[in-house]
């Protein structure tokens, strides 16, 4: 039967993305303007399937921004969905492993839902319908160009572990929710982090008196679930953080990515739509009154199975309204005040790695994954009552919310094209001097960089580190160097270049006429090759400066 459920689960995704399935060949844009972001993920896993092989070897030190150390940790490194493409590419090609990959993501988040469902004591079917619903969030189908935040599965994986931890404390379940807030880290650094700053506000109200009989094999078991997380997570949580000390975002920018209470509303950009809020709510009152019932463990008062041993529905009930309410206050990022108290800047001057979350309003997928686990409830009383009308109520829900999710697969998008011949003829000449890519993005906008994640991914066979690059940081200086490069072909560009031991400039060919080509003529750039979609230029080497 749980082979039956996986195999559902994939069929939704694919229907729910339709038809990305029939063009594993293209990105999937979701709601992104430009292809930027999406390339830019497609380079991330590329860049770590290429470096598997050497077991990770120059890993931080991806070939962008030249010459800057450790650029790979100024985005989402996502070294287990990297892996996973490595398995995946030789199979479905370059692009279809990207596209096959999201279309996984989104089947693990309906598998997770389901064992969270059946965590807090659903049957087969309400179980598969709450799978569905956690592959359908709004969230997720708003940023589903945005590889890294569809994945959710860690999130709900890690809470139906705690609050079976929570309930019994066997060192399997430790092990589990070690094991799945690693897989959070491995997936999406950011969704790891919010989601650990709201457990936080978990832990002093599942705290029982009644822990003492059983404290050592608590303590016991939550130290194996921390050396989990240390030992999976902790290389590239650390490596990151270290390659990132002292980059903090701006008070201004955190502002502008914190939701406001009227985005909440139901005409605002993160309301999770009726069905949800609705079958969230009646399971909320369903499961704090079955907790009350004294049942937690027979059968519930919600008509549903036996709620599995270990797992008390109230408590369980408590972690995901406590989670819920956390993770909506936490959206509000630099916007909340309690009393002109602001806790979020409090926590930005504390915490670099707050500070270095630019969008708190993300932390509305670990509130959307709460309120899933919180409909649990409603969906298995509708479904187990005997009335035909009445169980046909929780599949109708749950396509209404599905519906109300506005799924879809978004554009589709032909992926960086094969470049020029400059690609061969850098490969053929691997000598590991940096090029720079010609025009340089024209202003910090997304959309501006789209070109640039193109060369990323044309230039990541040639052997050859570029100047350029996107990322969510940008190093020290990048905004300087592309108002220098903005003036090519004069003295001051040449000059940028040759600091930075650039030996090739790569000119589209479409704004090479553009270029004052005498003047480069003048400054010593010679032709290596052209074509229609590029000109190789050699940069002139730097005349010995003068003694002095």
Do not use: K
């Amino acid at each position: 039967m749980r082979l039956v459920s996986v195999v559902g689960h994939l069929v939704v995704a694919v229907g729910v993305t339709a038809p990305l399935a029939w063009h594993l060949g293209r990105l999937p844009l979701g709601a992104e303007p430009v292809a930027t972001v999406p390339q830019l993920n497609l380079w991330t896993l590329r860049w770590t399937a290429d470096r598997a092989p050497h077991l990770l070897s120059g890993w931080w030190d991806a070939p962008i921004f030249w010459p800057q150390r450790g650029a790979f940790a100024f985005s989402e490194p996502q070294p287990l969905t990297g892996l996973a493409y490595a398995l995946a590419r030789p199979v479905f090609g370059t692009v279809g492993g990207y596209s096959f990959l999201l279309l996984a993501t989104l089947a693990l988040n309906g598998i997770a839902g389901a064992a969270l469902a059946r965590r807090l004591g659903a049957t087969t079917v309400p179980a598969f319908l709450a799978g569905g619903l956690a592959q359908a969030l709004p969230f997720v189908f708003d940023q589903l160009g945005v590889l890294q935040l569809t994945a959710l599965w860690p999130l709900l994986a890690a809470t139906s572990s705690l609050i079976a931890w929570l309930g019994e404390p066997r060192l399997r379940h430790a092990l589990l929710l070690g094991a799945s807030l690693a897989a959070a880290v491995g997936t999406c650094g950011y969704h790891a982090l919010l989601f650990g700053l709201c457990l936080l506000a978990v832990a002093p109200l599942v705290v029982r008196w009644a822990w003492r009989a059983d404290a050592g094999a608590r303590l016991g078991s939550a130290a194996a679930g921390v050396g989990v997380v240390l030992l999976l997570a902790g290389p590239v949580a650390l490596g990151q953080q270290e390659r990132l000390r002292g980059r903090r975002w701006r008070a201004d920018t955190i502002l502008a990515g914190s939701a406001s209470w009227h985005e909440w509303l139901p005409s605002g950009p993160y309301w999770p739509g009726w069905p949800l809020v609705l079958l969230a709510t009646t399971g909320t009152a369903l499961g704090l009154a079955d907790g009350r019932s004294g049942r937690s463990e027979r059968t519930s008062v919600t008509g549903g199975a036996p709620t599995p041993p270990g797992a008390d529905r109230r408590s369980g009930t408590v972690v995901l309204l406590v989670l819920a309410v956390t993770s909506f206050l936490a959206s509000l990022g630099s916007r909340l005040s309690v009393l002109g108290w602001r806790p979020w800047p409090l926590l930005v001057d504390h915490l670099d790695a707050v500070a270095r979350l630019r969008s708190p309003f993300r932390a509305v997928a670990v509130t959307q994954v709460a309120l899933v686990g919180l409909a649990v409830p409603a969906v298995g009383w509708l479904w187990d009552r005997r009335h035909a009308a009445v169980r046909a109520g929780a599949p109708a829900a749950v396509a209404l919310a599905v519906l109300a999710a506005g799924t879809g697969s978004g554009p589709l998008v032909e992926a960086a094209p094969p470049p020029g011949r400059w690609a061969a003829w850098l490969a053929a000449h691997p000598d590991g001097t940096p090029v720079a890519f010609l025009p340089f993005a024209p202003g910090p906008a997304v959309e501006d960089f789209a070109p640039t994640t193109t060369r990323m991914l044309q230039a990541l066979d040639t052997g050859h580190p570029m100047v350029n690059g996107y990322s969510g940081f940008f190093p020290t200086g990048h905004d300087d160097l592309r108002a220098v490069l903005a003036g090519f072909p004069d003295g001051n560009s040449t000059t940028a270049l040759q600091v930075r031991g650039v030996r090739y400039v790569v000119v589209d060919t479409a704004t090479f006429d553009r270029f004052d080509q005498r003047a480069a003529r003048d400054l010593g750039f010679t032709t290596v090759l052209h074509d229609a979609d590029a000109h190789l230029l050699h940069v002139p080497d730097r005349p010995n400066e003068a003694p002095g």
